[in-house]
């Protein structure tokens, strides 16, 4: 006769909340080590999806996920010149909040190298990629588009024509694609009140020079947009993104370009490196060290729920064993209980998880290895919890049946 | 020693004595107690209160060691002052039946589960476990509640199956500690008789401590106790 089975099946009610209570708990868990592996895989998912064998970016930075970069959008046909590669792409990023609809919306904007680059790579969920250099976006799901929606960005309109589905930054903001002019467009919008200060700003420091004063057709010029001066340097990109021909030997393109005085290269490991130890690291730590506590914490209310119910048998594990019950029926019956317990805790944190994982604004990723984990996390509290009650139970003396 | 009824003894107490405490506060429990009972007898232990009779019974039920004295059981020595000379739990689990004044019944096993793990606990296989504590059920009359859990049977259908499991193993000693105080005085005598029947037909050797007199002519022998100390022996009159 199975006693562990007995006792439960006539307080079934009681275990079964004392094992959703566990469940929930260690669905916690389970989904601590999903966001752990979550903010890994966002913080990498762009890198790994662009494919670029290594990203130009400005000197001495660590490209533009990790700080500002900005390099003249010209280097690219530097690049293209280098044997060995085969295409480079002006790549820039940043991020935007703007208020729609009375609603603040946010988005990671990447700018794309069109026509070269249109978002094909993009695993679309809806819609298509870029089709036209200007006014055309391609926004993740979670921003909260739809296709065919049109928003103000800047001076103008941009109509959401292809959907992607948890493509996120490292910090959760849903990402936007638009052509590397448009995403330039949004970030270097400035009012126009703002533009006609800048111009007077302008035509006040070049009076105030020879140059102004002895060509006054000049002061007309320096009053106009700034993409007519040659003397202002064109927009710059945030980084270049480099793929080498077939063939061709990665390092000793990487070696070529690094010995440039104005750039820094990271390869596509070395980026990702960056990006899984410099952006995410910490909160990566923190929900690590978050997990172990709530490891911990389980183990403690587990013992002590244990604990609980063998004091609640204090009087028949007395009769066992004033009838003689050898130590392993009794210590059997508390860790059987135990591994039950945790055994249908875990079952309930896998069904309800993977409903309510789902659910979650960031993403929570649970692999095969983190259930077998939890699986043998779950094995272990469950013994160790067992030892609090079965220590009490060996204390018990037969003698307090009497009592 | 006065042997009333065969000639083995079940169980044989020598200057048993029992000190709880020591210097001012020391009670004495149990006084140089000598007695033994045969197999097939059933013996009565009265007394008042505080009189030592549960400080015998468990003494002899290897549950609470004397301070000094020897208890054989089945001309065995078990205990030797408080140091026990067999292992006491495997002791007990093969030799000795105990019931109380509560029935003591485990409360998430069905009443046959009650029998059943006590046997079990002995090495039964379970369907042979199961069969020998329904034909005990069967025996004390309670067999149609056997799938009943305690709480839905009376106290003196309890009681039954407390006896049933006592006789699980075919003990050699029954010890029963104000087994009917809980029962109403028919039932009492219902359930002494029945310690009498299981003595007679199973030649178990059975020791109660009561304070029910009504019941006193089911007893082959009977002892008063008086502050810790074991009086002369009344021989009964149901032989």
Known sequence: ?????????????????????????????????????????????????IGADFWAVQKDTRGPFAEISRLPANLKFRLLAVPGVQSAHSFVSHTVQREVQGKPLRMFVQGLDWPDDRGGWLRLVAGRPLAQGHYEMIADKIIGLDLGDKILLGKDIYTVVGLTGGMVSSSGDGMAFFSARDAMDVQFDVSGETARLER???????????????????????????????????????AILVNVAPGADLNTVVATVSAWPDVTVHTHESQRQLLLHGNVDRARRQLGLF??????????????????????KTHDIAMLKLMGARHR????????????LGALGYGIACYIGQWLFPLFPR????????????????LAISVLASLLGIAQAMRVEPNKVLS | MNHSTGDIRAVEVCNLTKIYGSGNTEVVAMKDVSFDVAKGEV???LGPSGAGKSTLLTAIGLINPPTSGRIFIGGQPVMDSDRALVNLAAFRRKHLGFVFQKANLIAFLSAVQNV?????????????????????????????????????????????????????NQPSLILADEPTAALDSGRGRQVMELFRKVAR???????VVTHDHRSLDVFDRTYEMEDGRLGAASIGHSA
């Not at chain 1, 009681?14 to 895989?41: D, E, K, N, Q, W």
């Not at chain 1, 997990?291 to 609640?312: G, H, P």
């Not at chain 2, 329904?134 to 309890?158: C, F, H, T």
């Not at chain 2, 037909?201 to 020791?207: D, K, L, N, T």
């Open chain 1, 363 to 378: 993403r929570v990723m649970i692999a095969t290895t983190d259930l077998w984990v939890l699986a043998g996390i779950v």
């Open chain 2, 201 to 207: 037909e199973r030649g178990s050797a059975v020791i």
């Open chain 2, 116 to 168: 059943q793990i006590a046997l079990e606990i002995n090495d039964v296989a379970p369907r042979a476990a199961r069969k020998r504590a329904m034909e005990l059920l069967d025996y004390l009359g309670v067999a149609d509640r056997a799938k009943n859990l305690p709480d839905a049977l009376s106290g003196g259908q309890q009681q039954r199956v407390a006896v049933a499991r006592a006789l699980a």
């Open chain 1, 200 to 238: 007077a700003a302008r035509r006040a420091r070049t009076a105030s020079q020879d140059v102004g004063r002895l060509q006054p057709e000049l002061l007309e010029r320096v009053g106009g947009p700034s993409s007519t001066l040659p003397a202002l340097a064109a927009p710059l990109v945030s």
């Open chain 1, 1 to 49: 006769m199975n006693l562990a089975a007995q006792d439960i099946r006539q307080n079934i009610g009681r275990f079964v909340l004392t094992a959703l209570g566990i469940g929930l708990l260690l669905m916690l868990v389970l989904g601590m080590g999903g966001i752990y592996h979550g903010l890994s895989f966002e913080a990498t998912q762009l890198v790994d999806q």
């Open chain 1, 329 to 340: 029926v009794i210590a059997g019956l508390i860790l059987q209980q135990a591994l039950l």
């Open chain 1, 291 to 312: 997990r172990v506590i709530l490891v911990v914490v389980s183990t403690i209310i587990m013992a002590l729920i244990i604990y609980t119910l063998t004091l609640d």
């Open chain 2, 43 to 45: 013996m009565a232990l």
